[in-house]
Nanobody, 124 residues
């Protein structure tokens, strides 16, 4: 089993950037695909991006495609989410999640390991 800890959230200006990190502990992290989700209060978790256990074949949710980039540093057991051109609609709690296997899903129930989340706020 692995545990995940997100960091890098905070306050960003509209049009600005943030880089989130998801640090994993556990020897088997390399067996897991990893995704990023976010939750806006009162709404379901929204899929943002996923990357395979090998750090390949990233894919994105429509709302962030072209603005967010997911990457993986297997040597550091960390997955990143680079977020550019932020808008107030990006304000949410951001979570990373892991699923054992090569590929992950684009829905929350496909993941059994979650971090505690990190708040991102983009004031209007």
């Amino acid at each position: 089993q692995v545990t995940l800890v997100e960091s890098g959230g905070g306050l960003a200006q509209a049009g600005g950037s943030l880089r989130l990190s998801c640090a994993a502990s556990g020897r088997t992290f390399g067996d897991y695909a990893v995704a990023w989700f976010r939750r806006i209060p009162g709404k379901d978790r929204e899929f943002l991006a996923q990357i395979t256990r090998y750090g390949t074949k990233p894919y994105y949710g429509d709302s962030v495609k072209g603005r967010f980039t997911i990457s993986r540093d297997s040597a550091k057991s960390t997955v990143f989410l680079e977020m550019n051109n932020l808008t107030p609609e990006d304000t949410a709690v951001y979570y990373c999640a892991a699923s054992r296997g090569t590929y992950g899903d684009d829905y929350p129930n496909g993941y059994d390991v979650w971090g505690q989340g990190t708040q991102v706020t983009v004031p209007s």
